[in-house]
């Protein structure tokens, strides 16, 4: 199995912030990276497909980068919105695996 | 707007088999393209694949529950089931259905809402 790791686990910042969260996949998977946004109680959100790619609807203020196993997720200008958990998924092989997720709370 | 809802008992006794049934609308679960797909969180824990189903009849089972995972689908229904068999408390789990689009590089989207089973005597 592809093992997905992102850092940090959590993290506290204040609105306006920008934010960057690393995920690192065990194996080369290109660029077949996934970013998911979850609140409590709900349903992870897809934001970001393909390392790069904004979902429809998702705001610019966040962005995705790298390939092959190193990757990010960047928040530039946290907004309250935002306070979440995190996780990216690898699309490349079965089975599909998540990071542990990446919880920002505010400061 | 396709929407995915799960339904099913939220208490199963240990050595059981909990049963999900995933309804899907807004779309056919006979699309070309979308495998339909079961993912579980523990309670305070990271998501795990399952497994997923395709209409026409492929599937595919996280190796780490394949021995216990069966899943089918019902195209005069649009819906699909997860059964789980000798369960513990360690399945004890919200489980989400999804859609895992493949046409591109692949993603889940969009998600039920989920559905809280806890196993216990």
């Known amino acids: 199995d592809i093992q997905m790791t992102q850092s940090p686990s959590s993290l506290s910042a204040s609105v306006g912030d920008r934010v960057i969260i690393a995920c690192r996949a065990s194996?080369?998977?290109?660029?077949?990276l996934n970013w998911y946004q979850q609140k409590p109680g709900k349903p992870p959100k897809l934001l970001i497909f393909a390392a790069s790619i904004l979902h429809n609807g998702v705001p610019s203020r966040f962005s995705g980068a790298g390939s092959g196993t190193d990757f990010t997720l960047t928040i530039s200008g946290l907004q309250s919105d935002d306070f979440a958990s995190y996780f990216c998924q690898q699309s490349y092989t079965v089975p599909r695996t998540f990071g542990l997720g990446t919880k920002v709370d505010i400061k | 707007q396709v929407q995915l809802h799960e339904s099913g008992p939220g208490l199963v006794r240990p050595s059981q088999t909990l049963s999900l049934t995933c309804t899907v609308s807004?779309?056919?679960?006979?699309?070309?393209?979308?495998?339909w797909s079961w993912i579980r969180q523990q309670p305070g824990k990271g998501l795990e694949w399952i497994g997923y189903?395709?209409?026409?009849?492929?599937?595919h089972y996280n190796p780490s529950l394949k021995d216990r995972v069966f899943m089918s689908l019902d195209m005069s229904k649009n819906q699909f089931s997860l059964n789980l068999s000798s369960v513990t408390v360690a399945d004890t789990a919200v489980y989400y259905c999804?859609?895992?689009?493949?046409?591109?590089?692949?993603?889940?989207?969009?998600w039920g809402p989920g559905t809280l089973v806890t196993v216990s005597s």
């Open positions: 999804a859609t895992y689009d493949s046409t591109s590089s692949g993603w889940f989207d969009p």
């Open positions: 807004g779309v056919s679960v006979s699309t070309d393209g979308l495998f």
């Open positions: 194996q080369n998977i290109a660029q077949y």
């Open positions: 189903i395709f209409y026409r009849g492929t599937t």
